[in-house]
């Protein structure tokens, strides 16, 4: 049996008794050989890991496909260790750009999010409503979200107050709905007001959500690397989603 069958079948646990005193014997005693078992276990625990065993066959098909001439030229040995490098490469590469996709970003989302309080007119209790504005927060703080957008977005209307958009995109998120809420946000970045650095979490938490990584990591970075709004969430966010 040649080399490269035994280790496939070592891999494909399709070993005999006999196979496996020869592949022992030959680990200890071949160097090459012995890095060529390496190498390989290595491409199978990447390989494993990342689940990308459409990459594996296509390596595999590189290889049935590969120039008979270059065959005949070429050390087995040496196409082997090249094509296995391409692939792992790649794979780190795929794995690295793809990671998000495959993370449950609504779980994260779950986790970080928080509807941030009222603090532009705290409603006492046991105390009635007397204006537009404190109806508005008052549905807010009910999690009457769907009515308190209502609210805002008249009170906004009438006094381009930027910190309505801050409270709409953040009842739009406790719905759930990043899609409406990420505009706002980033209309609201242009007012730099006071909740300018509460907005930037929350814009970072709607791109997580939306699997948008090259966004999120970005802010995610800004945000941890400052002493700002919930800079060491931040920082865990970043971690869990490279």
């Not at 994260?108 to 941030?116: D, S, V």
């Amino acid at each position: 049996m040649d080399k490269d069958t035994l280790i496939h079948n070592y891999f494909h646990q399709t070993l005999t008794e006999e196979d496996e005193v020869l592949l022992n014997k030959l680990l200890e005693s071949d160097p090459e050989f012995n890095a060529l078992f390496e190498l390989e276990k290595d491409l199978n625990a990447v390989l494993i890991d990342t689940g990308k065993d459409r990459l594996k066959q296509q390596f595999i098909d590189f290889e049935n496909q590969e120039p008979e001439e270059n065959k005949v030229t070429s050390s087995p040995s040496f196409l082997r260790y090249a094509v296995a490098a391409c692939v792992i490469i790649g794979l780190s590469i795929l794995a690295s750009k793809y990671f998000i996709d495959t993370t449950n970003t609504d779980d994260l989302f779950a986790e970080n999010f928080t509807a941030y309080r009222n603090i532009v007119v705290p409603i006492e209790r046991g105390e009635g409503i007397d204006t537009s504005q404190e109806d508005a927060f008052f549905k807010y703080e009910m999690k009457d979200y769907n009515a308190a957008i209502t609210g805002f977005q008249a009170e906004f209307k009438k006094t381009q107050a930027s910190y309505y958009l801050f409270y709409i995109a953040n009842a739009h998120l406790a719905l759930g709905d990043t899609k409406q809420a990420i505009p706002l946000l980033e209309e609201h970045q242009k007012f730099k007001d006071d909740f300018y650095q509460k907005s930037r979490w929350y814009l970072a938490l709607a791109y997580v959500k939306e699997k948008n990584k090259e966004k999120s990591i970005a802010l995610l970075e800004e945000i941890s690397a400052s002493d700002g709004f919930n800079h060491k969430e931040a920082k865990k966010l970043l971690y869990a989603i490279r």
